[in-house]
C-alpha cells in the first residue's frame, strides 16, 4: 500500500495505473482500496485528455499517424469522458486519412447511431458516408446518405450529402 501511495504523491501516472492491478489483489481496507481506485481514475482521465489534446496536435499539423495514435491511446485510457465522443470521430477521420476506413466504419456506425454529443452526430454520420464511397460500399452510401439528408436538413454537410448521392445515383 506504501509503494502505492507514494505513487499517487509522485503523480506517476503510468506506473499508478499498472500498479493498481497488483495492489487491488492486496489485502487492504475498504477506505485504501476506494483512494487508490480514485486515484487511478483520476489519473486515466488526465492521461486521456492529454492523449486527445496531443491527437488534435498531430492533427492540425497532418502527422495523422502520431495523431491516430495518440487518439487511441486516449481511448485506452479512458473512453466515457467528455471528450470521448470527439476523440473518436478524431480518431475515425485519421483512420481515413490513412486510408484505414474499416477501422473507421464501426467507431463512425456507433458514433452517428447514438451520441452524448449532438454536434458529432452529423459528422459522424457524413464521414462514415465518405468512408463507404471510399470502399465502394455503394448502396450503404446511398442509404447513408439519404438518411443523413432526411435526420440533419440544416447540417453544414447537408449540400454536399445531395451532391454526393446525386452522383452516386448517376454512376452506381
Not at 459522424?124 to 446518405?145: G, R, V, Y
Amino acid at each position: 500500500g506504501l509503494a502505492f501511495y507514494e505513487l499517487i504523491r509522485a503523480d506517476k501516472g503510468k506506473e499508478l495505473i499498472d500498479a493498481y492491478e497488483t495492489v487491488r489483489k492486496a489485502s487492504l481496507t475498504r477506505a485504501e482500496r476506494a483512494i487508490f481506485r480514485d486515484a487511478v481514475d483520476r489519473t486515466r482521465s488526465r492521461l486521456s485528455v492529454a492523449g486527445y489534446h496531443k491527437g488534435l496536435e498531430n492533427m492540425r499539423a497532418g502527422r495523422w499517424h502520431e495523431a491516430v495514435v495518440a487518439f487511441e491511446e486516449s481511448m485506452r485510457f479512458d473512453d466515457t469522458g467528455s471528450h470521448a465522443p470527439s476523440t473518436k470521430l478524431h480518431l475515425a477521420r485519421g483512420y481515413r486519412r490513412l486510408n484505414r476506413q474499416r477501422d473507421a466504419i464501426p467507431i463512425l456506425v456507433k458514433l452517428s447511431e447514438a451520441s452524448a454529443d449532438s454536434e458529432i452526430l452529423d459528422d459522424a454520420m457524413f464521414l462514415l458516408a465518405e468512408c463507404l464511397i471510399d470502399i465502394q460500399a455503394w448502396n450503404d452510401a446511398k442509404t447513408t446518405l439519404r438518411n443523413f439528408i432526411r435526420r440533419y436538413p440544416r447540417s453544414n454537410y447537408t449540400n454536399d450529402a445531395k451532391m454526393a448521392l446525386a452522383d452516386l445515383k448517376v454512376k452506381h
